[in-house]
């Protein structure tokens, strides 16, 4: 048995933009993006440009590397079309390459990306018909009528031990079955290879933008945290769509993340450490542990936090060795949206002081903000507005909130209210946008005179 673990191309044609009505292309991001979205990139298909967003694809990456030293490497095939920026034409040449060598194809995939998917996985089909489709990532959780003549198999959740499942002979549709922490803490490192190591690229939090190659990594999988849009902790390293039910994290041990960058530094030259957990810093314990073993390396780094989820004195610590920048996720900058909607029981006041705080320790902070929720008004936006104006933020991201299967945000369409958002509310003038890009744009205009 062997298995290609593919991250096919997602591109969506020329758009113009900015005051000389450029074209560019518009491309899509799926495996590796809590909300896999679309924007207009640097890069044409089979024309990479450094600098254009690309997320490590990590449960692919992983996934491919547990399931090879249960099988052999040798039987294990990675294509990560969206990091080479890779045009239909040149991925089908590729698989031409490899299908008399391969049986299984396993996509990850999403809601805002899945009608373009599920037309590439039924011309792969049809031009592969032996070649059993495995599907995963968050459109697993949807109430889709599977077509078991086209897909073989569905993964629910982080899939390591599933996809070994279906090369064992299981099919259909498969349940959460994560990783227990003794078992991610024994599994090999992610995928990882010379063709590919050094396309990944975040801009933010600055200075990370001068700083290339980049590694993207984890240091513990899921959050604790229930946020109506946030898709992994509740389809992926958990299984709780409704936001009611319990959410866990699991953390690497610092062995296991200091050998991680050991190899990661030493066999690829890498400028910069990035922590793309869901957050980062859950406990002072774990933080500090991790500041330490960053200590061992000469190579900034830079992670994705909460704001309330730590001491003063470790985010001291986390400077003092070697931290350059955090991303926060704020989410808005009214008090009654963080609350009642997005429900992350965040204090606005103490966001300020603590943004304060970490930019005295030489550290920059990326705020991040999505608008368009349900229940939030014109008002509650212009709020945020002025509350990045008011705050020192080094730089901020604003998106718009995407509609994804498995998060809650989804659920509240069907279920119109949910107890754990009572200020969500999702009637017939919400706009179900399933790309947070295309959001965005549409509600731009809207903001820009506040």
Not at 82 to 90: H, K, R
Not at 377 to 393: A, H, L, P, S, V
Request: net charge positive.
């Amino acid at each position: 048995m062997s298995i290609l673990f593919s991250n096919p191309p997602w591109w969506e044609g020329k758009e113009s933009r900015g005051f000389l009505r450029k074209k560019r292309w518009r491309r899509g991001v799926r495996a590796g993006s809590r909300w896999p979205f679309t924007y207009q990139g640097r890069c044409s298909p089979d024309n990479p440009r450094a600098h254009d967003y690309i997320p490590y694809p990590f449960f692919l990456g992983y996934a491919a590397t547990y399931v090879g030293e249960k099988i052999g490497k040798e039987k294990i095939y990675f294509r990560d079309s969206i990091a080479l920026s890779e045009s239909y034409e040149n991925f089908y040449k590729y698989l031409d390459s490899i299908v008399s060598k391969i049986e299984y194809f396993l996509i990850e995939s999403a809601t805002p990306s899945w009608d373009h998917d599920y037309k590439l996985i039924k011309k792969v089909k049809e031009k592969y018909p032996n070649l059993k489709i495995i599907v995963s990532g968050p459109i697993s959780t949807s109430g889709e009528k599977w077509d078991s003549n086209i897909v073989h198999a569905v993964l629910k959740g982080e899939y390591e031990k599933n996809v070994m499942k279906v090369l064992n002979g299981k099919t259909g549709v498969l349940n959460h079955d994560l990783l227990t922490k003794d078992e991610m803490n024994a599994a090999p490192f992610p995928y990882y290879d010379k063709m590919i190591y050094d396309k990944y690229f975040d801009g933010n939090p600055i200075p990370m933008n001068k700083l290339h190659p980049q590694a993207h990594i984890w240091s513990s999988r899921g959050c604790p945290f229930k946020c109506i849009f946030c898709v992994w902790p509740a389809a992926m390293t958990g299984n709780d769509p409704h936001g009611d039910g319990k959410r866990t994290v699991r953390q690497y041990t610092p062995d296991y993340i200091e050998n991680f960058i050991k190899y990661l530094t030493e066999r690829y030259k890498f400028n910069a450490i990035y922590f793309d957990d869901d957050t980062f810093n859950i406990g002072n314990r774990h933080t500090e542990n991790m500041s330490s073993v960053m200590s061992k390396f000469d190579i900034p780094w830079f992670a994705m936090c909460r704001a309330d989820t730590s001491k003063k004195e470790t985010w001291k610590k986390m400077a003092d060795n070697g931290c350059q920048g955090v991303k926060l996720g704020v989410e808005s900058g009214s008090q009654v949206v963080v609350d009642k909607i997005v429900n992350k029981h965040l204090d606005l006041k103490y966001v300020q002081d603590i943004v304060s705080h970490i930019r005295s320790l030489n550290m920059s902070v990326h705020g991040t903000f999505t608008y368009g929720l349900p229940g939030e008004t014109k008002d509650d936006m212009i709020r945020t507005k002025q509350f990045i104006r008011n705050t020192e933020f080094t730089t901020v991201q604003e998106s718009g909130t995407a509609e994804i299967e498995g998060t809650p945000l989804h659920a509240l369409i069907n279920e119109e209210k949910l107890t754990t958002y009572p200020g969500a509310i999702a009637d017939e003038n919400y706009d179900r946008q399933k790309d947070g890009g295309k959001k965005w744009q549409s509600l731009v205009k809207e903001l820009q005179n506040n």
